[in-house]
């Protein structure tokens, strides 16, 4: 009897593994300028300086007057120091002259200081003398003074490339000054689900059949991963049905599929690619998600997520985002509140919530528990073969 040939590919890569080798297959995008206001979601291609200061001037934080600190020093609410008032700042029209001794101008949030004034006292604790005086009931604080570049200085590298640009960092770049800025190339990546059972939301369910929840939920991840969707809809398990649906793929950076990956008679997409494309590696060491398979046909690279919705989705948001956006999964140190049980020679991703800085079980951790992954807040990381204890630190990813 001839024993069974080993694969000709890994088996049972590590996570780090997974995305490294996913990460090269991609190709490298080309840069492209966009407007700043359609820069959302796309990744910096290359560094942003600033071409202003921000401030722009030394500036007034709080609505109040501006006036010399050391005129103020004995102002209390049994003796408030009177100030004269020569005039006001206000944004977009400073004030042009000088404040004295015993003096000080009305300003208001974000306007330039005047010269002389070092301080401001604010609205809060000021009440009119008649219409050219206040009295003050505290001393003037130099800390509510913004310094000009105080948040950033003309010609300094504030944003570096490959910066995933959310909201608050487009915002950045137009406060830097910038118009246009460069960005890399959305990656276009192709999405098939697969399976007989799939049918699409709305349809009558009948008895063993699921509606297409991976299609859905995996194609706002890739839009949320600054990506392109080019949506090839379902195939059923048929391997012709499939060949036909990869050779329709036109001008696709990557392959993404669901289901048809594991050790069923039926996962045809296993078949394929083994029996006719190319394999990087089959399965990965994690919890859910652990069939997962990486390969490609005729020159475009093909990823594999199991077809459990759970096991898809948590795969795609810790293996295929990061390398799509060659940003790592980002984790936190928290303190468990509940135990989290290992798994020998497995990376487990368990779903939990976040209450008071610490970390509780979810408790219902299947893969089919989609339910799960809109309730619970984080999935904890417990590393291959170990467990966590009760107060311990644990590597936490937010969902």
């Known amino acids: 009897m001839t024993a069974a040939r080993p694969p000709e590919f890994p088996m049972f890569v590590s996570v780090e593994e997974a995305r490294t080798m996913l990460a ?18 796309r990744t910096l291609a290359g560094p942003l300086a600033a071409l202003v200061s921000h401030p722009s001037a030394t500036e ?26 020569i005039g006001e700042s206000r944004a977009g029209v400073p004030f042009a002259a000088e404040v004295g001794p015993g003096q000080c101008i009305r300003i208001y949030t974000g306007a330039p200081m005047p010269a002389g004034a070092d301080a401001i006292g604010p609205v809060e604790q000021l009440v009119d ?39 608050p960092r487009v915002a950045l770049a137009a406060a830097l000054g910038h118009a246009r800025i460069p960005v890399r190339r959305k ?6 689900s697969t399976g007989d059972e799939v049918i699409e939301p709305g349809q009558p369910l009948l008895p063993g059949q699921v509606y297409d929840s ?12 600054g990506c392109e969707v080019l949506p ?42 083994i029996g006719q494309g190319r394999v990087s590696f089959w399965k990965v060491r994690m919890r859910p998600g652990g069939p997962a398979l990486l390969g490609g046909w005729n020159g475009l690279p093909v990823f594999g997520l199991p077809g459990n919705p759970v096991s898809s989705l948590v795969v ?32 487990a991703f368990w779903r939990a919530n976040i209450v008071g800085g610490e970390v509780h079980d979810y408790g219902k951790q299947g893969s089919g528990v989609l339910r799960s992954l809109s309730e619970a807040g984080a999935l904890v990381v417990v590393p291959e073969g170990g467990g966590v204890a009760v107060g311990e630190s644990v590597d936490v990813v937010l969902l």
């Open 129 to 167: 003398d008649g219409p050219e005086a206040v009295l003050l009931q505290r001393p003037a604080s130099p800390a509510d003074v913004r310094p000009e570049g105080g948040d950033f200085r003309a010609g300094e590298e504030v944003m570096p490339a490959g910066l995933l640009l959310t909201a």
């Open 214 to 225: 991976n299609r859905i939920g995996l194609s706002a991840m890739l839009h949320d991963s």
């Open 24 to 41: 090269a297959l991609l190709p490298t995008p080309e840069t492209e300028w966009v407007g700043v206001g359609q820069a959302h979601g």
């Open 316 to 347: 795609f948001h810790v293996i295929v985002r990061p390398a799509l956006t060659g940003q790592p999964v980002q984790t936190l140190k928290l303190r468990a509140a509940t135990p989290f049980r290992g798994i020998p020679d497995k990376m």
């Open 187 to 192: 990656l276009r990546v192709a999405l098939l």
């Open 60 to 85: 007034s934080a709080l609505d109040g007057i501006a006036c010399r600190a050391a005129d103020t020093l004995s102002a209390s609410p049994s003796a408030p120091r009177r100030l004269q008032v």
């Open 232 to 273: 090839l809809g379902h195939a059923p398990d048929s391997p012709a049905a499939l060949q036909g649906a990869i050779d329709s793929i036109g001008g696709a950076d990557l392959l993404l599929t669901s289901g048809g990956v594991s050790m069923g008679k039926y996962d045809f997409m296993r078949d394929l690619l």
